[in-house]
């Protein structure tokens, strides 16, 4: 067995604890058991219940964090996947040839399973492997919902702005904005990083709201707010709490007029909901570009602006703000604002 003893295996748990992002610590899980069992590779796999692998990131010696999108699972994945569902036994090893693949369920629920995938010549993984990998997953699973929890807003369920300022980190950095794109379905193959666009979401008249149904009456227009905007949005969007009664959505699109689309979609289904009470409410929007040479907070008060410009217009739309670049941001912006 590779793990020399167990200060090894509490080294590594050490490891994992030691890191405040999720990301990092998947591939840390990831490089701990390919350091110490070598096999071919080992993978991270999002499986969605049509037997598409929704995100997949693999660490091999060729690949070190290799994230694949949106690919068919191959037949051997899937038969291992299904014997663990079925089962009762934490992994399952299955062998084609002389490959094997040895898969561990890391969490599950009713759309995704999360598994971990170890694919070697031959199986190399013994039973006591698999035993201390099973150690090691509980310490990742039970470390990565704590920091999950920590970026997650407690009312409506929406990841929270420290979750925002990590996303927008990473696409600032292009880390998680240039996955491999190998896409099925009808969509294209492209290897372009995704466009994102930031839009700032703002219930109108909010205080009103408050002030004369109670801060009860305010929560659940926040949930429900939460909740539609979540579903007016695509699969490759994102839509966090940003504040208050504010939500920042991360659109990825590569023309404006798709944008205006999905955001036009979300105002209009926030004016369709009816509380029992209150009747109807309303959101502004104001939104920009994310460009490569922009920073984030830059980003933000462009979009601030434009949000700005949606509520003095009289709330209730949408506008484009365009960002500038870092020597252009100190002049008068004011006059490029577009109104939809
Ligand atoms: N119920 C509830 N209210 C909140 C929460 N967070 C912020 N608020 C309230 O949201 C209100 C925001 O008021 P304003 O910033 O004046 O905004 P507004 O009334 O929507 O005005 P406009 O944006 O100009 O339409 C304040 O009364 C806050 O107390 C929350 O989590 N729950």
């Known amino acids: 067995m590779r793990l020399k003893s167990s200060s090894d295996l509490v080294g590594h748990i050490a490891g994992f604890t030691s890191l405040r992002d999720v990301d990092l610590l998947e591939m840390s899980l990831l490089k701990t058991v390919f350091t110490t069992l070598r096999p071919l590779n080992v993978s991270l ?3 969605d219940t049509n037997n598409i692998i929704l995100k997949r990131i693999d660490y091999s010696s060729e690949q070190v964090g290799h994230v694949s999108i949106r690919i068919k699972a191959d037949d051997l994945l899937l038969r291992a996947s299904e014997q663990l569902d079925r089962s009762t036994k934490e992994y399952c090893t299955l062998n084609e040839g002389d490959r094997a ?3 561990y369920l890391l969490s599950q629920n009713r759309r995704v399973s999360h598994y971990i995938c170890i694919e070697a010549k031959g199986n190399i993984v013994t039973q006591s492997d698999s035993y201390q990998i099973i150690g090691m997953l509980r310490v990742f699973q039970n470390f990565r919902a704590l920091l999950t929890e920590a970026q997650t807003d407690e009312l409506t369920g929406l990841p929270n702005r420290k979750a925002f300022n990590n996303v927008t980190e990473k696409i600032g950095e292009a ?3 240039s996955p491999e794109v190998i896409e099925c379905d009808k969509r294209k ?3 372009e990083p995704p466009q994102f666009w930031l839009a700032l979401a703002d219930l109108d008249n909010f205080k009103v709201i408050n002030d004369s149904f109670g801060h009860l009456m305010g929560d659940e227009v926040l949930v ?3 909740q539609t905007i979540q579903g007016s949005i695509r699969e ?6 940003y504040g208050g009664e504010e939500f920042a959505i991360l659109v990825s699109a ?3 007029e798709q944008v205006i689309q999905v955001l036009e979609r979300v105002r209009q289904n926030v004016e369709g909901l009816d509380f029992q009470r209150l009747g109807k409410i309303t959101i502004s929007i104001g939104f920009t570009e994310m460009k490569d040479d922009v920073f984030a907070l830059t980003l933000v008060e462009t979009a601030d602006k434009a949000l700005y410009q949606s509520k003095s217009n009289g709330k209730n739309q949408i506008t484009y703000q365009p960002t500038l670049s870092q020597q252009a941001y100190h002049e008068d912006i004011e006059d490029d604002a577009e109104l939809f």
């Open 224 to 226: 429900r707010t939460a």
């Open 254 to 256: 590569k023309e404006k």
């Open 236 to 241: 490759d969007d994102m839509v966090f709490r």
């Open 101 to 103: 693949i040895t898969v």
């Open 175 to 177: 880390v998680v904005a």
């Open 189 to 191: 193959s492209s290897d």
């Open 45 to 47: 796999i999002s499986l």
